[in-house]
């Protein structure tokens, strides 16, 4: 078959693509046989095309609702548990202090919580809040184990404000109340800013090691200086400036005559020039005694002479 290019008038072969032909278009050789190769293609539609197309239309439009929802998460979590990713155990080592329900809590672990998508960092922030623990570390173990290693605060002393008597660490946080006797061995600081000067007081008693030895107790006065409490129940009200020096001294008297043994109250320094003893109230009736039975014999000595 020949035809007639309307733009030449000329004739071309049968086989030329028609569309080339109204278009007037010159090809290339190699571009003609492309296109003939092209032509002689049989296309055949895939056996269930439109139900294969139908379910992935279905699960397009799944997708986009959950992403439109927002309900990412939650689906993933679905489909890894489902999976067998599910949290079955929790393995929690190193708490003494801690109980293994408020670290449960802290976890906030939803139903069927999956291992896979579950955030360790935002759950180690949360127990970490928990106020006797000072790290966690938290391991995920496949194929369903959470497990979280606690480190938890140290006592450092008790610290009493009122009637109130709480345990803390060395950095001055509430840990735990003191209600029961289990830390009644630990020294006791008293009043307001006591707790983030604890250090200070037992530094200070550790510049005289016999004096550090007996200490049951730190009261800080006014914010400005200490008194010091020792086992026996004698206090010593210690200077602002240098308390050291004082301490020092207080020992040096306890070795050579055993001041600290004696029937005395408290040792005063608060003058820097002087030192004053109170005696015990017993101890001071028997002075009294004493005293007045010194000036009685030295009046019979006056009148026998």
Do not use: C
Not at 16 to 28: D, F, H, Q, R, Y
Not at 111 to 122: G, I
């Amino acid at each position: 078959m020949r035809q007639i290019s309307p733009r030449t008038g000329k004739e071309t072969a049968g086989d030329a693509p028609a569309t080339e032909m109204a278009a007037g278009l010159k090809l290339s050789p190699w571009l003609r046989r492309r296109i003939r190769a092209f032509s002689r293609v049989e296309w055949r539609v895939p056996r269930h095309a439109g139900l294969k197309g139908t379910a992935l239309l279905f699960a397009a439009t799944g997708i986009a609702g959950i992403i439109s929802a927002d309900r990412v998460d939650e689906t993933v979590t679905w489909l890894s548990s489902a999976s067998g990713l599910a949290i079955d155990s929790v393995r929690i080592t190193g708490q003494t202090e801690t109980s293994e329900i408020a670290v449960l809590n802290r976890l906030e672990l939803p139903p069927q919580a999956s291992l896979a998508t579950f955030d360790l960092a935002a759950a180690r922030e949360r127990v970490e809040t928990l106020p006797w623990v000072e790290n966690a570390t938290l391991r995920k173990i496949y194929p369903a184990t959470l497990k979280i290693t606690i480190d938890e605060r140290k006592p450092y002393v008790l610290w009493q404000r009122d009637q109130t008597v709480s345990v803390i660490d060395e950095s001055g946080r509430v840990i735990g109340d003191a209600s029961d006797d289990h830390y009644q061995n630990l020294i006791r600081v008293v009043g307001q800013g006591a707790d983030k000067r604890a250090g200070e007081a037992i530094a200070l008693a550790e510049t005289a090691s016999s004096i550090r030895s007996r200490l049951r107790a730190a009261v800080l006065i006014s914010e400005r200086r200490w008194n010091l409490m020792l086992d026996n129940g004698v206090t010593l009200m210690l200077p602002q400036d240098k308390p050291e020096a004082a301490l020092a001294l207080i020992a040096q008297l306890d070795a050579k005559d055993g001041l600290l043994s004696k029937d005395i109250v408290s040792i005063d320094f608060r003058l820097a020039d002087r030192m004053f003893v109170r005696m015990t109230p017993e101890a001071a009736a028997r002075r009294t005694v004493e005293i007045k039975e010194r000036e009685k014999l030295a009046k019979r000595k006056g009148a026998s002479t």
